[in-house]
């Protein structure tokens, strides 16, 4: 019998004739909501909490910058409006509003944000030859005493807020999971892990007898199958039913929400979507349609403004910098081999799209072509002197940034592969050309953890996709800050030749 069929027989009207006819339901089906989805997630203690952060770390400032002699400098306004928006991109990032129940995992959050926060502050002084123009003393009184005021905030705020509402809530609506899989394991921990929330997870159910004998988590016993949901709730005083089925039980979905829609209680669903691997996950909508974004590149409206804006600011600044050594470099090429400076290669970039990547030539003319995916190694012949030194230090990859400036990559993201590299893995590893998912970067998270140099196996190429795919996942303005601070320490590498 069909399932689905099965699931709705209770709720067909039967027809008054012999001929079939088609399904019409008891009652009309809900229409697409009118309201966003996302209106519905607010809560208070976020936005308090950025409120607080931002009104000490600028108060501070100008309270420090009052004080001294002379009186308040309005020049001290442009470092406390920075600050705010620095904070903004690096407190997303690390997610210093995620609140947990680990009080150290908060702390530390709050610390890499805001010494990235600081960080990027000394950085734009450096370059737009600022820094004179402020007192350290202020400065370094500021930037710790900020630090401390925020830190007291996040341990107190959070605290005064679960005591009022623990007055308000004094018991904890009791909910159970239906699903024993991974996703549902991680859920119920999560919850009861969580002390701002005021739902406690008391139990699961599922009929697969195997998930539920590797279940094991404490204060979550098993209570029983799908099939005795309404008994439960009820011997449980159940408020809260959360299901997170495998994908595998999609079919039995309907029949168990068409029997918690007779019980007042509240439901929820955590589609178990992960297996697939999806690449920037998000939820959207259309229509007051609900949406689940499972493949899609995170540079989309703003996001790729913001992105392209980036790219092209820095590289210019950079360009700007490095002219000199790479007139240094360049000339250095011309007189150790024979040979053009530059060499290009085509590798693909956004979308799968082959793309000219530029960079400073490391290896003999006769024996620098790209008919082949044979990839350098370490020793190898082709090199040149000065082309072994100029991989070792990264400094090959210089050239780059002219095609930053042209649009086909961007500073930071996944590197461009040769084309002959990526048809060669694409075959060896499944989620391999979803890393095209974004422009391929001159530097990248893989480059940044160690996963450079020769991919002599496709574990060490399966290691580099796995890390290129957590940053399309992750992506932000702070995390591309993160990481090209990140490559200023790992330029000379002994994996790079």
């Not at 959070?158 to 005591?163: D, K």
């Not at 990264?394 to 590299?421: C, I, K, Y």
């Not at 591309?480 to 320490?489: C, G, K, N, P, V």
Request: charged residues 20%; aromatic residues 8%; hydrophobic residues 45%.
């Amino acid at each position: 019998m069909n399932p689905v069929n099965d699931m709705e027989s209770n709720r067909l009207v039967p027809s008054s004739t012999s001929e079939p006819s088609i399904p019409v339901r008891a009652w009309p089906l809900p229409g697409p909501r009118n309201v966003w989805l996302g209106q519905r997630q607010k809560t208070v203690l976020r936005p308090l909490q950025m409120t607080i952060d931002g009104g000490l770390v600028v108060g501070l400032l100008l309270l420090l910058a009052h004080s001294r002699p002379g009186g308040l400098d309005v020049l001290y306004s442009v470092p406390a409006v920075v600050s705010v928006l620095l904070m903004i991109i690096f407190y997303s990032y690390f997610g210093v509003y995620h609140f947990f129940a680990d009080r150290f995992a908060t702390v530390m959050r709050l610390t890499k944000a805001w010494w990235m926060v600081v960080f990027t502050l000394l950085l734009v002084a450096f370059i737009t030859k600022t820094s004179g123009q402020f007192s350290r003393e202020l400065a370094l009184l500021w930037v710790t005493g900020a630090y401390c005021l925020q830190l007291v905030a996040h341990l107190l705020v959070p605290m005064l807020l679960r005591l009022a509402d623990l007055r308000r809530h004094r018991v904890k609506a009791r909910a159970i999971v239906v699903g024993a899989s991974t996703l549902g394991y991680y859920l119920a921990q999560r919850i009861n892990k969580n002390p701002w929330n005021h739902i406690q997870v008391v139990g699961v159910v599922d009929d697969d007898e195997l998930a539920l004998r590797r279940w094991l988590l404490d204060g979550v016993p098993v209570l029983g199958g799908s099939r005795d949901l309404g008994p439960l709730i009820e011997a449980n005083s159940i408020e809260v039913v959360y299901l997170a089925l495998p994908l595998s039980m999609s079919p039995s979905l309907g029949r168990i929400y068409t029997d918690l829609a007779r019980i007042s209680v509240d439901v929820y669903w955590a589609p178990d979507i992960f297996r697939l691997s999806p690449v920037n996950l998000s939820l959207k909508e259309l229509g007051g349609v609900p949406l689940i974004a499972l493949s899609e590149t995170p540079l989309l409206g703003t996001h790729r403004l913001a992105k392209a804006v980036e790219d092209r600011l820095l590289a210019v600044l950079i360009l700007l910098c490095l002219s000199p050594l790479m007139l240094l470099v360049a000339l250095s090429i011309k007189l150790d081999s024979p040979g053009p400076v530059f060499f290009k290669q085509k590798r693909h970039g956004w979308n799968g799209k082959v793309i000219e990547v530029w960079k400073f030539r490391t290896m003999f003319a006769s024996r620098s072509t790209d008919d082949h995916i044979k990839q350098a190694t370490r020793h190898d012949r082709r090199i040149t002197t000065v082309g072994r030194y100029l991989r070792r230090s990264s400094l090959d990859e210089l050239p780059q940034l002219f095609n930053v400036l042209q649009g086909t990559m961007s500073l930071v993201g996944p590197r461009p592969h040769a084309v002959e590299h990526n048809e060669y893995y694409a075959k060896e590893i499944g989620w391999y050309v979803t890393r095209h998912r974004i422009k391929p970067g001159i530097t990248g998270l893989a480059q940044v953890e160690g996963s450079r140099g020769e991919t002599a196996t496709v574990d060490k190429m399966a290691r580099r996709v796995e890390l290129d795919l957590h940053y399309i996942n992750n992506w932000s303005i702070g995390l591309d800050f993160s990481i090209l601070a990140r490559t200023l320490f790992t330029l000379h590498h002994d994996n790079a030749y």
